[in-house]
T-cell receptor, first 115, second 110 residues
């Protein structure tokens, strides 16, 4: 059981370049999330999806786009990378417990540097 | 904006000592969760406490919740070097996403 897998783990981009981060989960979870983590800022929600074919904006969506064409995959795209997007990106999927509470399973992260 | 704020930002203790970190939040919640993040890794769920609970235990972890003060504490007893990590509280308002705090970095030295 792989859980949540993120690719790539590391990437260096030049300003203006585009790229896509891939998140894959094998737990059949409906909800998936993209967070970014910056020093002193904790985790901030970029975009999320409540199911295949749906996406919604989080707290810091500007400069990012997402797609959820398949239930198991959630893609995060940067159309024109900026140095302010240098960060560690985490994908997570949500499990609903018998109690109704929701807990997250995270991937290992993707470290992106924009020069 | 962040819902939870952890305190202290950083904590250094010796092995065998207890570590206590606190979380304050702003609005009503359904539950509050604590996650651990080892260096260079993703977050891992540790423990969840529901809004109608006041205390919960799991192994060496003890979580308390005071909804009147909108605060929670995480106690790790008899700390080990392997407990060195960052700890985050996250609040669930029964919406679509958990909201995370900025974290407490715990360093346990032997």
């Amino acid at each position: 059981n792989a859980g949540v897998t993120q690719t790539p783990k590391f990437r260096v981009l030049k300003t203006g370049q585009s790229m896509t981060l891939l998140c894959a989960q094998d737990m059949n979870h409906e909800y998936m999330y993209w967070y970014r983590q910056d020093p002193g800022m904790g985790l901030r929600l970029i975009h999320y999806s409540v199911g295949e074919g749906t996406t919604a904006k989080g707290e810091v969506p500007d400069g990012y786009n997402v797609s959820r064409l398949k239930k198991q995959n959630f893609l995060l795209g940067l159309e024109s990378a900026a140095p302010s997007q240098t960060s560690v990106y985490f994908c997570a999927s949500r499990q609903t417990l018998n109690s109704g509470a929701n807990v997250l399973t995270f991937g290992a992260g993707s470290r992106l540097t924009v020069l | 904006s962040q819902q939870g704020e952890e305190d202290p930002q950083a904590l250094s203790i010796q092995e065998g000592e207890n570590a206590t970190m606190n979380c304050s939040y702003k609005t009503s919640i359904n539950n509050l969760q604590w996650y651990r993040q080892n260096s260079g890794r993703g977050l891992v769920h540790l423990i969840l406490i529901r809004s109608n609970e006041r205390e919960k235990h799991s192994g060496r972890l003890r979580v308390t919740l005071d909804t009147s003060k909108k605060s929670s504490s995480l106690l790790i007893t008899a700390s080990r070097a392997a407990d060195t990590a960052s700890y985050f509280c996250a609040t669930d308002k029964a919406g679509t996403a958990l909201i995370f705090g900025k974290g407490t970095t715990l360093s346990v030295s032997s």
